[in-house]
């Protein structure tokens, strides 16, 4: 079993920055492959980025490409995501994911944390 807890979540300007934590508790995070994916309101939960155990490969939709950077400590358990250049089209509730590959669906993924909010104002 895995536990997730997001973090960071807020509202920033158009062009901002936030940087989203999730928190791991449980089995060795390093043997997992860890995502971020959102989703705003009235729509499916879409992909935003993932990243190996090792941290050696990651994946970004290419909506988010250039912009968000996702990373993680394994000693720290935690993984991160930070997001610059904000738009309004980013505001959704973000969501930390742990599986056993680095996939883009969320059929990949068989631990979710709660989710963290993030608002983009123009």
């Known amino acids: 079993q895995v536990l997730l807890v997001e973090s960071g979540g807020g509202s920033a300007r158009a062009g901002g920055s936030l940087r989203l934590s999730c928190a791991a508790s449980?089995?060795?995070?390093?043997?997992?492959?860890m995502g971020w994916f959102r989703q705003a309101p009235g729509k499916e939960r879409e992909f935003v980025a993932t990243?190996?155990?090792?941290?050696?490969?990651?994946r970004y939709a290419d909506s988010v490409k250039g912009r968000f950077t996702i990373s993680r400590d394994n000693a720290k358990k935690t993984v991160y995501l930070q997001m610059s250049s904000l738009k309004p089209e980013d505001t959704a509730v973000y969501y930390c994911?742990?599986?056993?590959?680095?996939?883009?669906?969320?059929?990949?993924?068989?631990?979710w944390g709660q989710g963290t909010q993030v608002t983009v104002s123009s």
């Open positions: 449980g089995r060795t995070i390093s043997n997992y492959a």
């Open positions: 994911a742990a599986g056993w590959v680095a996939g883009t669906t969320r059929e990949t993924y068989a631990y």
């Open positions: 990243i190996s155990g090792s941290g050696g490969t990651t």
